[in-house]
């Protein structure tokens, strides 16, 4: 999980490290050819990822057909111009205003 209040920022940097390393190799595989990177824009706005190593990863490794979705709020700037789909979702309602908790499957 992220927390932005991180009680070691080192461990969360190495796991944050080992999930790019395996999106890296699902991206590699010529089987798949859809990859969902969740919330990996707020891994790299706090530094966990470095932003030049995966812009260049996703514009030399990257199959021609392989969709990768990068979400999260606050995309780098780097990101958005390189993308081929830029998307800006706006909250309007969110069971959690009604006291309903993170739900599996849902917010993780």
């Not at 606050?74 to 969110?94: I, Q």
């Amino acid at each position: 999980g992220f927390t932005w209040e991180t009680q070691d920022r080192e461990r969360d940097i190495a796991a944050a490290q080992a999930g790019w390393n395996k999106a890296r190799s699902l991206i590699r595989d010529p089987e798949i050819r859809f990859v969902l990177l969740d919330e990996i824009n707020i891994a790299l706005r706090y530094e966990y990822l470095d932003i030049d190593e995966v812009v260049e990863f996703l514009l030399t490794e990257k199959p021609e057909m392989t969709h990768v979705v990068l979400t999260g709020r606050n995309a780098h700037e780097k990101l958005v111009e390189r993308a081929d789909l830029v998307t800006n979702m706006e909250l309007v309602k969110h069971p959690f205003r009604d006291g309903i908790k993170a739900q599996k499957g849902i917010e993780f």
